[in-house]
């Protein structure tokens, strides 16, 4: 199986159509929060546990953790591979620069035409790079949630330079993952971090010209998304108010490393098995490869009555590369129809 992915975008980017050298940056706003006194919180405690009370304090030179000394002193004492995991994924969220998730919304001139679950290549200080449109073609500006890439030449610029008033060159649209036309099947949307762009406007531009009701029918519309801790999941608020006022809206969430943080008693599992734990009883668990099964007999964490019936579903899958892969992979073995499904890879 092949995920489409841009892999020679930077190529390709500058071939787009010209669609404005000026588009005025009206909106730059980090969507993650800087979570540093709750991450050392729980470091703390983490070395509570291991009898390392004073550790953090005495690995601290005054600027910064010596977080290698760290290392050192955890190899001392007899710990489990998993603490030490534990320990290792917090000390990866306390270096990790604030913020990592941007909202960015620009102005163009004239309104662009485009399809929901098209992008965009944005170019900002002469790097031009792929952007899904993450709001509805209904809307007036073009939007966009955009996660910092460390290292990342684009990202890097963005995170801490682009400013509102800010111009950047906008070409496209482009991209062939968009909504089939309305039918009475269910739609099922899986993503992973930023991949939840292009279904936001897909989503809501479903919602917005009635595209979830067919022959007097409502179709189920589902957004499984998989993210490391809470403030990683892009426009989270949006999602959630729609879920309140669609009764046949389903967000479900899913976060692997949160409950390190929270008390979080949401989804944790990877979003493959979340879907696949939310599917009717019809399916086969013995036909199912191994590590779906034993999800397919779980209960979900949500309180969600309906169930997906995969042969009755369209479904799309975005978010990067290797996790597409899984999820295309998954939904094939439950049985979705391969021309049901679109899928696309973030590289
Ligand atoms: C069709 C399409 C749509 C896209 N939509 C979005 C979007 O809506 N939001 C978004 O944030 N990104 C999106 N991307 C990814 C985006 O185009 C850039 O690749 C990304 O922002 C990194 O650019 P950079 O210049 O900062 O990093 P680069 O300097 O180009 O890359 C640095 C290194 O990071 C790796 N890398 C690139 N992207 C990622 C990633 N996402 N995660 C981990 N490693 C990565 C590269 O392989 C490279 O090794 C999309 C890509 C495609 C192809």
Redo the contacts with the bound molecule.
């Keep these: 199986m092949e995920v489409?992915?841009?892999?020679s975008?930077?190529e390709r980017a500058e071939q787009l159509p010209l669609v404005t050298e000026s588009a005025t940056v009206t909106l730059a706003e980090a969507m993650d929060r800087n979570r540093t006194e709750e991450v050392e919180d729980a470091i703390r405690e983490q070395l509570e546990a291991v009898d390392g009370a004073n550790w953090l304090s005495e690995i601290h030179d005054g600027a910064e953790y010596q977080w290698e000394e760290l290392a050192d002193r955890l190899d001392t004492v007899d710990i489990s591979d998993y603490r030490r995991d534990d320990i290792s994924t917090l000390v990866d969220r306390f270096e990790r620069a604030y913020p990592s998730?941007l909202r960015v919304r620009v102005r163009v001139d004239e309104k662009l035409n485009f399809a929901p679950g098209q992008?965009v290549t944005l170019q900002f200080h002469d790097?031009p790079?792929?952007?899904?449109?993450?709001d509805s073609p209904n809307e007036d500006e073009l939007g966009?949630?955009?996660?910092?890439?460390?290292?990342?030449?684009?990202?890097?610029?963005?995170f801490q330079e682009l400013e509102v008033d800010d111009q950047v060159v906008v070409r496209g649209p482009?991209?062939e993952m968009t909504l089939d036309d309305p039918s009475n099947r269910d739609m099922v949307f899986l993503a992973t971090?930023?991949?939840a762009?292009?279904f936001k406007s897909m989503i809501d531009y479903t919602f917005e010209e009635d595209r979830d009701t067919v022959d007097g029918e409502q179709r189920d519309v589902w957004l499984f998304l998989g993210c490391g801790w809470e403030d990683d999941i892009p426009h989270r608020e949006h999602f959630e108010d729609l879920a309140a006022e669609r009764e046949n809206f389903h967000f479900v969430p899913t976060l692997t490393r949160e409950p390190l943080l929270t008390d979080w008693d949401g989804e944790t599992d990877y979003v493959q098995q979340v879907f696949i734990k939310h599917l009717g009883d019809e399916l086969d668990e013995t036909e199912l490869p191994n590590g779906f099964a034993d999800m397919a007999t779980e209960q979900p964490k949500t309180d969600i009555d309906e169930r997906i019936h995969p042969e009755n579903t369209e479904l799309y899958a975005?978010g990067?590369t290797a996790m597409v892969t899984t999820l295309v992979r998954a939904a094939k073995a439950v049985g979705v129809p391969e021309d049901s499904m679109q899928y696309?890879?973030?590289?």
Excluded: M, W
């Excluded at 790079?129 to 993450?134: F, G, K, P």
């Excluded at 966009?144 to 963005?158: K, Q």
């Design positions: 489409r992915e841009h892999l975008q930077h998730l992008y790097t790079r792929a952007y899904s449109l993450s966009f949630g955009i996660r910092r890439v460390p290292g990342g030449r684009l990202t890097s610029d963005l482009n991209g971090g930023t991949g762009a292009p975005c990067v696309e890879g973030f590289g």
